[in-house]
Structures are given as C-alpha cells and as structure tokens.
C-alpha cells in the first residue's frame, strides 16, 4: 500500500478523502494543519497515528510516500513545491495554484525533482463523464459541435467561508467550480479551450468583489462552442452536461457532483435510450490510479499539465469577466 500524508484539515479530506485512501487499499499515516488542535482532532476522528502543525515535520517523515493537499488555495503551490523538494509524490487539489505561472512551476518542480504530481479533478472518475467521453470518441453523435454545462448550484453553509469572503485565498465560483467545468469539457471532449467570453453576477453571497456566478461561453480548438454556467446560489436545481453533435445528442444529468450517480440519454437517428452505467466512488477510483501511476503503470487521472491548461481556462474566463474583452487561453 501506499502511505499517505495529509496537508489540510480540510472538509474534502474529512468527507471524502480520507475514506477514499482507505477505499483504495492504501493508509493515511499523518495530518499537518496549521493549527495544531485541528490536526490533532482529525486525526482522533479519522485514526490516523501522526498529526503535525508542521507542513516540513510531515514532508520530513520516511513512512510518508505520497501527499494529498487540500488546504486553501493560496497555499498549494509553497506545499507541492515543499514536497518535491522532500521527494514525495503529489495528489494536490484544483485549482492548483492563484495564478499560471505558479501552476506550471509546480509541474515544472515535481517533474525536476521525479516525483508525480496529479491533480484532484475527481469528476474524469465518475462514470458518466467517462461514458460520455466514449461515446463522443466512439462518433455517437457524429461530430460534437455544441456542449453545456449547468453547475449552478447552492453553496452548503458549511462552506460558506473564504470560497465566497477571501479573495487572497482564491475564493470565488470560478476558481471553485468553473474550473471543474472546463477539465470536465478538456476530458470528455478530447480537445483544448482557446478563448473566452464572460460575465459574471455576485447575487448576495459573496462578498470582497467575488463572484456568485457566472455565465461563460469558450470556443475549442475543432470549433465546438461551450456554454458553462456555475453559480453558489441557486437552490434546488439539476446540474448537466449535454453535448450536440450533426448526428444525435448527449444530456448527463446530475452529474456535476461529488457522488457517484447520475444518469446519460443518448439520443440519435433510433431514438432515446439510457447508457448503462458502472457508478463507483469517484474519490476512490482517483487514488487508485494515481497510486497505480507512481508505481510506474498509467497516469493520474488529472495530471499536473492537466490542472496547469484547466486553470488557464478557468482563468481566461475571470479575465474576460473582469475586462470585458474576450480572451484567448495560452496552449
Ligand atoms: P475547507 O475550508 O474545509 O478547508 C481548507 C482549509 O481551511 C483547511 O486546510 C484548514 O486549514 C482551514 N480550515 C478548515 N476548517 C477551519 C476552521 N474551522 N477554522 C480555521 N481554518 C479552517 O475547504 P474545502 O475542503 O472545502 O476545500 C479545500 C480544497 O479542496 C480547496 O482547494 C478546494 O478547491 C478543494 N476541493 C476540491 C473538491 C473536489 O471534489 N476535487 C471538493 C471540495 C474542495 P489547515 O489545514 O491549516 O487547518
């Protein structure tokens, strides 16, 4: 198994991560936090055998192979580039840095120092996102020239912290959720986003010049047109992604989410009909291939490049928005 250290007291790792390593076969040995009440608790909760309020005495730690991060988002690139440094592989969380350069230098970092570096886009393990991208390379609705993604969702209470109050820890609906969006449109579609278009509205949740929501359009490298749409303040909705080819369509519905459910419609030249569906923990299947990655077979299934061009998209958006120019997203 591999041993993992912790780096974030976060709710992730609390509701999902944790569970997830365990789920995979492998252990979680230590937790840092940068308070050391939290780790401590966390670990009491979780049985985990070492808690730190020190990020270098976790890194420092033999037993300590692999690192998952999950503290805010400011502080991801110091942590991956600490543990580059201390030779430990990476699973880090989206979005992966404050900026592009930070990102690339962090993939730059794991690559010099030969450790791997993933990022958590847990949504390319749900296995309605991967049928969709199957049937779009199978040719089921012939050439895809339309997507939509509806993530407008209600931001839980539990939450409701510095993603809509702290600009300086990368708060806002694009930083969190749009750039889910734009990996899931890179994984199902198979094609890279060059330019966007944006607005965006701050209803009543955010505060500090943060966004609520947001309305993007962004045009890929074949030509497709894709409508995203995220928001923290709507309630009770469903959240899609539909796809429109010249020869039929695709609508996923709830499947912008944490759990492993949702359902796929196919709809072409013979009607309408479900996809069948394998669901299994998205979390779960994430860790299991990265750990399978850093014992030399295959690949995460977000890797560092791939949070390095979602984030560059997820960013050309808040550009956009913030200029009212559109933008065009660097390769
Ligand atoms: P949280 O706000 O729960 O945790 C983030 C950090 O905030 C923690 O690491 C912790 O710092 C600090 N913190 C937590 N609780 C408290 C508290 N009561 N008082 C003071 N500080 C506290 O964030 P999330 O779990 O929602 O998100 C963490 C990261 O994971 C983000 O980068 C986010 O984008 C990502 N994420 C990814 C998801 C996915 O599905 N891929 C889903 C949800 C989040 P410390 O460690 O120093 O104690």
């Known amino acids: 198994p591999v041993r993992w250290g912790f780096i974030g007291a976060s709710t992730i790792a609390h509701e999902h991560m944790v569970n997830a390593v365990r789920l995979a076969g492998h252990e979680v040995v230590a937790i840092a936090s940068g308070s050391h009440a939290r780790a401590a608790q966390f670990a009491a909760e979780h049985g985990i055998p070492f808690a730190t309020d020190s990020v270098d005495a976790l890194l420092a730690r033999p037993d300590v192979e692999a690192v998952y991060i999950s503290s805010t988002n400011d502080r991801h690139c110091a942590q991956v580039l600490a543990a580059a440094a201390a030779g430990k592989h990476v699973l880090c969380e989206k979005p992966l840095a404050m900026d592009v350069p930070d990102a690339q230098r962090m993939v730059d970092a794991c690559r010099a120092a030969g450790v791997l570096l993933g990022t958590n886009h847990h949504l390319r393990n749900a296995a309605t996102h991967r049928a969709l991208r199957d049937l779009v390379r199978a040719g089921a609705i012939g050439k895809p020239l339309f997507a939509r993604v509806h993530h407008a969702v209600y931001l839980r209470p539990l939450v409701q912290g510095w993603r809509i109050h702290d600009p300086a820890a990368g708060g806002g609906v694009i930083r969190d959720i749009v750039v889910h969006d734009v990996d899931a449109l890179r994984f199902v579609l198979g094609s890279e986003p060059q330019e966007a278009v944006a607005m965006t509205q701050s209803a009543y949740l955010a505060t500090q010049g943060l966004e609520d929501g947001v309305m993007a359009v962004l045009r890929f490298s074949d030509g497709l047109l894709a409508h995203v749409h995220a928001a923290y303040t709507t309630r009770n909705t469903v959240t899609s992604i539909e ?53 030399g077979q295959g690949a995460p299934a977000a890797t560092g490049e791939d949070g390095v061009r979602s984030l560059a998209a997820a960013l050309a958006v808040a550009e956009s928005a913030q200029t009212g120019q559109r933008v065009r997203i660097p390769a």
Do not use: C, H, K, W
């Open 243 to 295: 796809i429109l080819g010249d020869q039929g369509s695709l609508v996923a519905r709830d499947v912008m989410t944490v759990q492993p459910v949702g359902s796929v419609m196919l709809r072409d030249a013979d009607g309408e009909r479900p996809v069948e569906l394998a669901q299994e923990n998205l979390y779960a299947r994430g860790v299991a291939l990265f750990a399978s990655a850093l014992r």
